[in-house]
């Protein structure tokens, strides 16, 4: 068992930044990714970031150069840097633990509002 706790989101300005953080607890040495993944209103879920155990990353294209996923120095703290912000970044943002048992499992965080608008 993984459990996720999500923080920071809210309301920024377009061209404005937003810190994620993601705290993961429990079978954190199962995790082999942490990934961010966010849903606007009407929309399906995207992914947007991901981090592997070994610290790989990849991105969407739509946040390219402007977001940054990193791992805290507890290796247990996911973050996801938000830079430039537009109106289309508005949506709820979920991180998620893709853990490896006997099977490949997903772990959600709460998720959180990001409010993109002038």
């Known amino acids: 068992q993984v459990q996720l706790v999500q923080s920071g989101g809210g309301l920024v300005q377009p061209g404005g930044s937003l810190r994620l953080s993601c705290g993961a607890s429990?079978?954190?040495?199962?995790?082999?990714?942490m990934r961010w993944y966010r849903q606007a209103p009407g929309k399906e879920r995207e992914l947007v970031a991901v981090?592997?155990?070994?610290?790989?990353?990849n991105y969407a294209d739509s946040v390219k150069g402007r977001f940054t996923i990193s791992r805290g120095s507890a290796k247990n703290t996911v973050y996801l840097q938000m830079n430039s912000l537009k109106p289309e970044d508005t949506a709820v943002y979920y991180c998620?633990?893709?853990?490896?048992?006997?099977?490949?499992?997903?772990?959600w965080g709460q998720g959180t509002q990001v409010t993109v608008s002038a």
């Open positions: 429990g079978s954190i040495f199962s995790i082999i990714a």
């Open positions: 998620n633990a893709l853990v490896r048992t006997t099977a490949l499992l997903n772990y």
């Open positions: 981090i592997t155990r070994d610290d790989t990353t």
